[in-house]
């Protein structure tokens, strides 16, 4: 997500200056106007602005809030735009502010497609005041940017969306392997399906790479998932709710890793509801 969104940067004129853990990964981004940093202090002393879309919280604590790194915060604002729990986020907050730089935290909903045309949706855990100052910014990775309060209060929501790409994805994978077994033409189920109060357009998008068992190329993959619902599952605990269904669906997805699908599209875990347990 990351590369997209710096190429979305560059494309509205802004200055990117850009650092990968996985240097390579950001060589494209040279054609582009982009300057390279080599390190994180490189990228942090040189900018007034640091994005951040890593992929968990101890990736954030290694490039953000290493000993080198603190040191250069001081007067820089942090937007976090990764997927991590609420209390991960608060925790930067605190750390970032201590060093005396600002932040906030801007989750996304959308995917790689979604990143390359400018339409994610933005969640923002800010003050009024940091959404006004960054808002021409942030509408660059999506047209609307909603203000959803305090830090933590975006993460949440961001988690609460990701649940349901769980929950959804693994409820149709064993609609349709049910289908499948019993012989039941897919095109009938679905065109019942589509036209019933029950359908939504996830659907459609994980049908053909279930059916023709191609999880290749993905936007998401499935460790991140994963991820996801760990985090997901810890915040739902803070907050006393229960979540026996969803514990239901990481056994489906830790099974689909097993299984050798990690680095697959997050629609594999079908793979591992058509196996033996």
Known sequence: MGLPMAKRLLTQDYPVLAYNRTQEKSESLKTSGARIAQSPVEAIRDADCVVLMLAHFPAIREVLLSEETRSQLSGRTVIQMGTIGPSESRQVEQEVKAAGGDYFEAPV?????????????????????????????????????????????????????????????????????????????????????????????????????????????????????????????????????????????RVVLEKALRQGWADADYSALFEAVLSDP
């Open 109 to 249: 909903l959308g995917s790689i497609p979604q990143a390359q045309e400018g339409s994610l949706i933005v969640m923002v855990g800010a003050s009024s005041k940091q959404f006004q100052e960054w808002s021409e910014l942030l509408k660059c990775f999506g047209p609307h940017p909603v203000l959803i309060g305090q830090v933590g209060k975006a993460a949440t929501l961001k988690l609460a969306l990701n649940q349901l790409i769980a929950s959804l994805t693994a409820s149709f994978a064993l609609s349709l392997g049910m289908v499948q077994r019993e012989e039941i033409p897919v095109e009938t189920f679905m065109r019942i399906l589509r036209g019933s109060a029950l359908y939504t357009p996830t659907f459609d998008k994980k049908l053909s790479r279930m059916v023709k068992r191609d999880y290749e190329n993905p936007n998401f993959p499935a460790r991140h998932l994963l991820k996801d619902v760990d985090l997901i599952l810890a915040t739902a605990a803070q907050l006393e709710l229960d979540t026996s269904s969803l514990m239901g669906i």
